[in-house]
T-cell receptor
Framework: QKEVEQDPGPLSVPEGAIVSLNCTYSNSAFQYFMWYRQYSRKGPELLMYTYSSGNKEDGRFTAQVDKSSKYISLFIRDSQPSDSATYLCAMSRPQGAQKLVFGQGTRLTINP | DGGITQSPKYLFRKEGQNVTLSCEQNLNHDAMYWYRQDPGQGLRLIYYSQIVNDFQKGDIAEGYSVSREKKESFPLTVTSAQKNPTAFYLC??????????FGPGTRLTVL
């Protein structure tokens, strides 16, 4: 079993829809959680960074962490065609915290 | 203009050849990392370095080597011992822990 599971999609939604992206994990020691956006043939771009449980909002993006369920989510409101990309979740432990463990990535397409 | 640069953008390797991928950062970050990404897969850690003149193996270090002689530079050599090197290679850096910032990547293809 992988430490981090992420549905690879592809996920296709109409413009303006609310998008929900999710990851589950098995290691309860994970404390830091990140979401990256990666456009085709580009390096990943950090979108959201959260510590432990709770919500964090930044513009149209909201990240949620539920440590009791070992489940993290990224919500995108008022989705735009420019949001079409692959979204990668990543997480790490406090000890050796620099070693990120990534999900497989979800390919998202927003249709105009 | 701070950031991470990788060169070349595209690289072609012949069988049995060693090639070196360049990674430079001007963010003054202590830690640097190399990842490999295969189609439809997440990133896998090859090597990382927390300080100059020190580095550790990641999850898939076999067939790769690195050096960290300067804070801003962390080159990766893909040796002939790496049997399946065709992939997208990403370099990242971070200050202290966690928030890693990535370069634009190098796409390596074996001819």
């Amino acid at each position: 079993q992988k430490e981090v599971e992420q549905d690879p999609g592809p996920l296709s939604v109409p413009e303006g829809a609310i998008v929900s992206l999710n990851c589950t994990y098995s290691n309860s020691a994970f404390q830091y959680f990140m979401w990256y956006r990666q456009y085709s043939r580009k390096g990943p771009e950090l979108l959201m960074y959260t510590y432990s449980s709770g919500n964090k909002e930044d513009g149209r993006f909201t990240a949620q962490v539920d440590k009791s369920s070992k489940y993290i989510s990224l919500f995108i409101r008022d989705s735009q065609p420019s949001d079409s990309a692959t979204y990668l979740c990543a997480m790490s432990r406090p000890q050796g915290a620099q070693k990120l463990v990534f999900g497989q990535g979800t390919r998202l397409t927003i249709n105009p | 203009d701070g950031g991470i640069t990788q060169s070349p953008k595209y690289l072609f390797r012949k069988e049995g050849q060693n090639v070196t991928l360049s990674c430079e950062q001007n963010l003054n970050h202590d830690a640097m990392y190399w990842y490999r990404q295969d189609p439809g897969q997440g990133l896998r850690l090859i090597y990382y370095s927390q300080i100059v003149n020190d580095f550790q193996k990641g999850d898939i270090a076999e067939g790769y080597s690195v050096s960290r002689e300067k804070k801003e530079s962390f080159p990766l050599t893909v040796t002939s011992a790496q049997k399946n090197p065709t992939a997208f290679y990403l370099c990242a850096s971070s200050e202290a822990y966690n928030e890693q910032f990535f370069g634009p990547g190098t796409r390596l293809t074996v001819l």
